[in-house]
């Protein structure tokens, strides 16, 4: 289903994926009690991991892939938020165990989020256009036929054709099937 790979749907779902990414580290960061930045670093990185984002939004990606861009990310943006987060040197540039374990759990975490919030986006786009959709598009690609007015004298005058069409019913019935009379 090409529609969520162009346009807003595009730009929305890469959205999403560059606000897990940011997201994660800087506010693990922040509960951490560590600062939360604005140097020109951090927001070069995040602009870039924003347009690289939307970019691999074109197609449908995978857990693999997702989980791929979350654990990657986390060591760049890790290091940049306590480079510029004044903290004492190079000495907590490097995680500890426990800091490192809480980075890859969150992220699998969160990869299981996108990864089901991506599935969900591409089923429910994929039957919208199939199912949902189907006898919608074939009501509006028939010809209106002409339909003659009557006036409240009982003339009748030239068709016209209708204003607004009476959608009665755009899904197919999904009941079970009826059962045969026992007579």
Known sequence: MPGLGRGRARFARGL???AACLLLPTL???????????QPGFVAVAVLLCVAC?????????????????????????????????HDGASSVVPSAGMALAH???????????????????SLASLSATVLLTR??????????????????GAVVDA????TVLLV????????PALPALG
């Open 28 to 38: 693990a960061h922040a509960a951490a009690g560590g600062d939360v930045t604005t």
């Open 16 to 18: 999403v994926m560059s």
């Open 54 to 86: 939307v970019a691999l939004a074109d197609r449908r990606r995978s857990v693999t892939e997702i989980a791929a861009m979350l654990v990657l990310t986390q060591p760049v943006l890790h290091v940049l938020l306590t480079l510029d987060g004044h």
């Open 160 to 163: 016209a054709e209708p204003l």
């Open 104 to 122: 890859v759990l969150s992220a699998v975490v969160l990869t299981m989020l996108l990864a089901g919030a991506e599935n969900v986006a591409w």
């Open 169 to 176: 019913r755009s899904t197919p019935w999904r009941g079970p």
């Open 136 to 153: 919608v598009r074939r009501l509006l690609a028939a010809p209106v036929p002409p339909v003659a007015r009557v006036r409240a004298d």
